[in-house]
């Protein structure tokens, strides 16, 4: 199982925590920067990947990175506020 960490504090903008989760989990070149996306790349994997947050961040990183905890749940990722 991989395992990735999100610092909301790290980023600016919601294109840079997708950028950063693409970079974590090496998806590919084609992965859209959206949830959708995400969603389309995580359930193409043979083994769930996992989700740590350290901070969720504000505002519209927050949002974003409540939206993604979600989607690596519903792909049978296990997801841990750390």
């Known amino acids: 199982m991989h395992t990735i960490m999100l610092d ?3 980023y600016h903008s919601v294109s840079e925590v997708y950028h950063a989760i693409a970079v ?7 992965f859209g920067n959206n949830a959708d996306a995400l969603n389309d ?29 979600r989607v690596f749940e519903e792909n049978g990722g296990t997801v841990k506020e750390i």
């Open 8 to 10: 909301g504090n790290r």
């Open 24 to 30: 974590m989990l090496s998806l590919p070149d084609y």
């Open 41 to 69: 790349c995580l359930s193409e994997r043979a083994h769930p990947a996992s989700l740590w947050i350290l901070s969720s961040g504000r505002d519209e990183i927050a949002r974003c990175i409540a939206l993604i905890a």
